[in-house]
């Protein structure tokens, strides 16, 4: 099975499991595959960096959804997460300072009062972040949506 991120006519971002390239590929030309915001068949491969699964971590941690016909109900509720997430994103990034893949270290040093405190967010892995839980630190693991035209 291989994990696709799609996008519509629309710019909407979905993703799709396959069970190859040339199956996803078929569905896509014949158009059987429908954006679940919209209900386009107009769909492309949208480019993705590769998801390499750890040991350590769930591979199959997020819920997806595919729809074979439009649903009102499911593009509206989609509509309005896609809407707070990008709301949320914009909040962070505003009064946030980005530390990158240093999330970890500097969570701590601000923890055990190595480094100002301010808050902050960048990229952490799933056990990197219970790590820090366990050590008592608060973090929390957000959504983040790639950044789209809509």
């Not at 199959?60 to 959804?65: D, M, N, P, Q």
């Amino acid at each position: 099975m291989i994990l696709y991120d799609l996008t519509c006519a629309k710019d909407h971002t979905f993703e799709s499991w396959f069970k190859n390239s040339a199956a996803a590929d078929k569905l896509i030309k014949t158009g059987t595959i429908a954006c679940p915001a919209c209900g386009s068949t107009k769909v492309h491969k949208a480019p993705m960096a590769p998801r390499i699964a750890t040991s350590h971590e769930d591979s199959r941690a997020e819920k997806a959804v595919v729809t074979q016909q439009p649903n009102p109900e499911l593009a509206e509720a989609l509509a309005k997460a896609e809407q707070a997430m990008r709301e949320m994103r914009t909040v962070i990034e505003k009064n946030f300072e980005n530390v990158g893949e240093k999330f970890p270290e500097e969570a701590r040093r601000i923890h055990y009062g190595e480094a100002p405190g301010r808050a902050i967010y960048g990229d952490a892995t799933r056990a990197e972040t219970e790590a820090l839980r366990e050590e008592g630190i608060e973090v929390h693991a957000v959504p983040w949506k790639r950044r789209t035209n809509a």
